[in-house]
């Protein structure tokens, strides 16, 4: 008998830590979204965000400091992030990105208009560059040679490379910037 009751006592402290738990979670997040509300240089940063695209031209360095400022952390540097226009021959965004970039997290930045996507490809996800895209070997240098279709529909943000194997970069959008 008694150990039934340790048993009850057991389960029952279990569900009291998990319920506590989840809701210092969700107590967390309305913290925030609190603070993000009542903070007005968090809405003036992100406004700004919005009307610089208006205003200049999105090259790779312009569209670092956009999403450096929206995230206000300094994810992204010249280094982890590669960025590509659209093709003009076919709907597609290049990239020929050296292997070892695929060891830590590597961010893609898409030019479409005058916006941007911003995809993050985590550490890890990539098991194999080697099996997973077509290499081109460019100087006797191995490069991850992708491309990313723009068309809309079932193939879109996949890569469409001729030996890839159609890796969907749809699924690691960040944020799209209008």
Do not use: C
């Not at 009542?38 to 919005?50: C, K």
């Not at 590597?106 to 911003?118: A, N, P, S, T, V």
């Not at 723009?150 to 890839?164: Q, W």
């Amino acid at each position: 008998m008694s150990v039934i009751l340790s048993i009850i006592i057991v389960i029952l402290l279990i569900v009291i830590y998990y319920l506590y738990n989840k809701n210092r979670t969700q107590h967390d997040e309305i913290t925030v979204e609190r603070e993000i509300e009542e903070d007005p240089q968090i809405d003036q940063s992100i406004e700004s965000t919005y009307y610089v695209l208006d205003d200049i031209k999105v090259t790779k360095k312009v569209a670092i400091e956009i999403v450096n400022a929206a995230t206000r952390r300094t994810e992204l540097s010249k280094e982890n992030t590669n960025f590509s226009k659209l093709n003009k021959a076919k709907p597609v965004w290049w990239f020929n990105i050296p292997p070892i970039k695929f060891s830590e997290d590597l961010h893609l930045i898409l030019k479409k208009g005058e916006g941007f996507i911003w995809i993050t490809i985590p550490k890890g996800v990539v098991k194999d560059v080697y099996t997973t895209f077509r290499i081109r070997e460019i100087n006797n240098k191995d490069f991850v040679d992708i491309e990313i279709t723009s068309e809309i529909g079932v193939y879109y943000l996949r890569d469409v490379k001729s030996g890839g194997t159609g890796f969907n970069f749809e699924q690691y959008i960040k944020k799209e910037f209008d």
